[in-house]
């Protein structure tokens, strides 16, 4: 089984590149700060996803990448509620990428709760 066939990597991946391009609308002056930390941390969810797949031999590594998956996207939440805040997307367009990071979470979460259904051989 390939990382890319898991939901969690789907989702953040898919969550990932509507940030990417929404931001593209945000102002040229944020470019170095909340467009770059926002595009930043979203991609980091679904890459740190992809490295806790390949570290399933090891129970404690496979957990430790995954929950920095977690922090990455909680990262990302912090950012969309700056880009709100800042009047860059709509309380809408707010609401629906807040309810896919949730959902990215949750799949975070099952995978560090029920390792064995990963593959991961430690537990």
Known sequence: MSFKSLM?????FALAMEIFHLTKSFP???RFALTNQIVRSSRSVCATVSEAYR???????????LTDADSENSETQLWLDFALACEYISKQKHEDLQ???LQVGRLINFMIINPGKFGVKDC
Not at 55 to 65: N, P, Q, W
């Open 8 to 12: 969690a990597y789907q989702k953040a």
């Open 28 to 30: 040229v002056e944020e």
């Open 55 to 65: 570290k399933g031999d090891y129970l404690k590594h496979f957990r430790s990448k």
């Open 99 to 101: 309810d896919q990071s």
